[in-house]
């Protein structure tokens, strides 16, 4: 994701309502240019209600998010990804240098200390936790990337945030999930824990769609699954969503059929089609992966790549 920064977006508020906005991590995030434009709008619209509520009101709401669909829209560097999407790139080589691009100059900062963290909640049976692992290790294992797992079962924080985002209607929303989670105390140094990633297995609907398995959001380092009552029999297929949601937290989108890269040959399946139908991972979002952690690894100066690896 490239950078872009947005200082002006409370411009309209007063010094109180700014002071309110910036309560919220991601605000912070989007006006430093480390969230996408469309993940702030619909956390907006996950936290409307409770803004409303603190005294923002919903004309200076529909304010922020026309200024910040006109800023993104209007700027340069939304016109270059647009252009990259349409057009064909001319090797592999070319792909690989655009991920590592992107990479280089991404600020997220749960994979900071290598650390993913798998939780259930209590009414998820036991035996699924150890196949959401097993489809996460396997991804970074042939990635060759460097990433403890750790698991964290029913612990109660995880049960606290899931209740605190869970809908009326019995769905969890996600944005508001992952959000609570990254501003969580466990994530910040000085409060005694640390940068990670977190997983938490689910016995509802996600609240994007009652068809979704699953929902990341790399930025925040959060991933949930769904295994709502007898989905948690099909213990073959939430590995498939597990390995397929680990390649968004490890930062790639669906599968990149709307470009064409030459060199690459077209594949009928692959893990990061949204029907999470193979395990295996094509070519081409292989080399994304890769190089997009490669250039995470230039730009920190840390790495994450385990010390030999064999990319095939």
Same mark, same amino acid.
């Given at each position: 994701?490239?950078?872009?920064?947005?200082?002006?977006?409370?411009?309209?508020?007063?010094?109180?309502?700014?002071?309110?906005?910036?309560?919220?991590?991601? %605000?912070? /995030?989007?006006?430093?240019?480390?969230?996408?434009?469309?993940?702030?709008?619909?956390? +907006?619209?996950? =936290?409307? &209600? *409770?803004?409303?509520?603190?005294?923002?009101?919903?004309?200076?709401?529909?304010?922020?998010?026309?200024?910040?669909?006109?800023?993104?829209?209007?700027?340069?560097?939304?016109?270059?990804?647009?252009?990259?999407?349409?057009?064909?790139?001319?090797?592999?080589?070319?792909?690989?240098?655009?991920?590592?691009?992107?990479?280089?100059?991404?600020?997220?900062?749960?994979?900071?200390?290598?650390?993913?963290?798998?939780?259930?909640?209590?009414?998820?049976?036991?035996?699924?936790?150890?196949?959401?692992?097993?489809?996460?290790?396997?991804?970074?294992?042939?990635?060759?990337?460097?990433?403890?797992?750790?698991?964290?079962?029913?612990?109660?924080?995880?049960?606290?945030? %899931?209740? /605190?985002?869970?809908?009326?209607?019995?769905?969890?929303?996600?944005?508001?999930?992952? +959000?609570?989670? =990254?501003? &969580? *105390?466990?994530?910040?140094?000085?409060?005694?824990?640390?940068?990670?990633?977190?997983?938490?297995?689910?016995?509802?609907?996600?609240?994007?769609?009652?068809?979704?398995?699953?929902?990341?959001?790399?930025?925040?380092?959060?991933?949930?699954?769904?295994?709502?009552?007898?989905?948690?029999?099909?213990?073959?297929?939430?590995?498939?969503?597990?390995?397929?949601?680990?390649?968004?937290?490890?930062?790639?989108?669906?599968?990149?059929?709307?470009?064409?890269?030459?060199?690459?040959?077209?594949?009928?399946?692959?893990?990061?089609?949204?029907?999470?139908?193979?395990?295996?991972?094509?070519?081409?979002?292989?080399?994304?992966?890769?190089?997009?952690?490669?250039?995470?690894?230039?730009?920190?100066?840390?790495?994450?790549?385990?010390?030999?690896?064999?990319?095939?």
């Amino acid at each position: 994701m490239i950078k872009i920064l947005f200082p002006r977006i409370l411009d309209h508020l007063s010094e109180s309502k700014k002071r309110i906005m910036l309560t919220y991590p991601f %605000v912070k /995030l989007f006006m430093a240019g480390n969230l996408e434009p469309s993940i702030f709008l619909d956390d +907006l619209k996950s =936290f409307e &209600e *409770d803004l409303i509520k603190k005294g923002i009101s919903k004309q200076e709401i529909e304010s922020i998010k026309n200024f910040a669909f006109k800023e993104a829209t209007n700027r340069k560097v939304f016109a270059e990804i647009n252009s990259f999407r349409q057009k064909s790139l001319n090797s592999p080589q070319d792909w690989k240098n655009y991920w590592r691009i992107v990479g280089k100059y991404d600020k997220t900062k749960w994979y900071e200390e290598k650390e993913i963290r798998v939780y259930r909640m209590p009414n998820v049976n036991a035996s699924v936790l150890p196949i959401v692992i097993s489809g996460i290790k396997e991804l970074l294992d042939e990635l060759g990337l460097d990433f403890d797992i750790r698991n964290f079962g029913t612990h109660p924080s995880i049960i606290q945030q %899931v209740n /605190l985002s869970t809908m009326t209607d019995g769905k969890l929303n996600t944005s508001k999930l992952f +959000l609570i989670q =990254f501003d &969580e *105390d466990w994530r910040k140094n000085e409060k005694g824990g640390k940068q990670h990633a977190d997983v938490v297995i689910v016995n509802q609907y996600l609240a994007d769609s009652d068809s979704f398995w699953g929902g990341t959001i790399f930025q925040y380092g959060g991933m949930a699954i769904s295994v709502l009552n007898q989905r948690q029999r099909n213990l073959n297929f939430i590995k498939n969503v597990a390995k397929h949601e680990t390649a968004h937290l490890l930062g790639l989108g669906y599968h990149h059929d709307q470009i064409n890269v030459r060199g690459y040959p077209s594949v009928r399946d692959c893990l990061t089609f949204h029907r999470c139908s193979s395990l295996i991972i094509c070519q081409r979002c292989r080399d994304a992966i890769v190089a997009f952690w490669e250039g995470i690894q230039e730009g920190t100066g840390k790495r994450f790549f385990k010390r030999i690896r064999i990319i095939k």
